[in-house]
């Protein structure tokens, strides 16, 4: 069993920055996959960034490329999206995946807002 939690959203400002961070624990591998997925109201989740346990990045969404970045600390099992230069556009529900041992796990989400 693994336990997937994000944290670090919240209010900002357009133009300014978030970093959302999360962590898994509990029964794991050391070669987690991990991920961000974002979704906006009435439509479906959708990939923002993943990365392999390695630290390679696999995907960036395109709205987002040059703006955000996904990192990860595999001593402590998390994943980092730095969010800059956020628009109104960036505001969601983010939540943040571990894949492991063909299992995918969810955080609960974690809200950004962005305003004028």
């Known amino acids: 069993q693994v336990q997937v939690e994000e944290s670090g959203g919240g209010l900002a400002s357009a133009g300014g920055s978030l970093r959302l961070s999360c962590e898994a624990s509990?029964?794991?591998?050391?070669?987690?996959?991990m991920g961000w997925y974002r979704q906006f109201p009435g439509k479906e989740r959708e990939l923002v960034a993943r990365?392999?346990?390695?630290?390679?990045?696999?995907y960036y969404a395109d709205n987002i490329k040059g703006r955000f970045t996904i990192d990860r600390d595999n001593i402590k099992n998390a994943v980092y999206l730095q969010m800059n230069s956020l628009s109104i556009e960036d505001t969601a529900l983010y939540y943040c995946?571990?894949?492991?041992?063909?299992?995918?796990?969810w955080g609960q989400g974690t809200r950004v807002a962005v305003s004028s």
């Open positions: 995946y571990a894949d492991d041992a063909g299992v995918r796990y």
């Open positions: 509990g029964r794991t591998s050391s070669m987690l996959r």
């Open positions: 990365l392999w346990w390695n630290g390679n990045v696999t």
